[in-house]
């Protein structure tokens, strides 16, 4: 791989610019009901981050200063959207479902968490891929490997998700609607997605009206996707009844 150049140094060598990303989701994870959509995904997504700060410290990224970035720039987009919501403003389209529905009773963890990971690969993590390049001064492909790490601990952790939060084998009956909302999505597809569009971006960066308007229809497509996870559902007995 390509070398990027290195992004300047730390003040605090002690410190990481994660640790400052990873200190707001914790903040965020005790302030927040534990029931509240976006508390689910903050959960999911801190764990992430933790991951990928332990990955670089052991020496797992061919380029440490390049991971760090496109990590902290990934975590940025959600951060900001949060802060938007937060503050009455108008978060991304492909946030504003989880914003809207993250206290629905009808709606179950494992799919606030799947519509908030959806957001954040499949509209934010092309938007840091090239925030990254522009930031080390480097081409995409320059930190596919960077990419391609990340994206195998969310993978690894969507299946954890996926363990932790679905009902059991006895309560999930293939009558159960969640069943097949969860088949209509991959993490898989959403991260080669986010690659492609990446690339597209990067290619677009001298036609800016043009590129605006590719990032405008990705969040739109992506933040209906989000909806569509949300669905309410009804909640289901181990007999495949509604109660």
Request: proline share 7%.
């Amino acid at each position: 791989m390509a070398q990027c150049e290195q992004i300047s140094t730390l003040a605090d060598p002690a410190s990481t610019p994660v640790d400052a990303v990873v200190r707001r989701m914790r903040a965020l994870d005790a302030a927040l009901p534990a029931r509240d959509g976006l508390a689910v995904f903050n959960r999911v997504y801190l764990t992430v981050t933790e991951a990928v700060d332990r990955s670089v410290d052991a020496g797992r990224f061919a380029d440490a200063r390049a991971a760090i970035t496109l990590d902290v720039r990934f975590a940025e987009r959600y951060l900001a959207a949060v802060d938007a919501a937060a503050g009455g403003g108008r978060p991304p389209a492909c946030w504003r479902p989880l914003a809207q529905l993250r206290r629905h009773p009808g709606v179950r963890p494992l799919q606030f968490a799947l519509a908030g990971i959806n957001a954040h690969i499949g509209h934010d993590l092309a938007l840091a891929v090239v925030d990254t390049c522009r930031t080390v001064h480097c081409e995409p492909a320059d930190v596919e490997d960077e990419f391609d790490r990340v994206g195998d601990l969310l993978v690894a952790l969507e299946e954890r998700v996926r363990e932790d939060l679905m009902p059991g084998p006895d309560l999930l009956q293939i009558a159960d609607p969640l069943t097949h909302l969860l088949g209509a999505w991959s993490l898989e597809r959403a991260r080669d997605a986010a690659w492609t569009a990446a690339r597209a971006l990067w290619a677009l960066r001298g036609l800016p009206e043009v590129a605006g308007e590719f990032t405008e229809r990705l969040d739109a497509a992506v933040g209906f996707a989000g909806r569509m996870l949300l669905t309410p559902l009804p909640s289901w007995n181990g007999d495949g009844r509604a109660p």
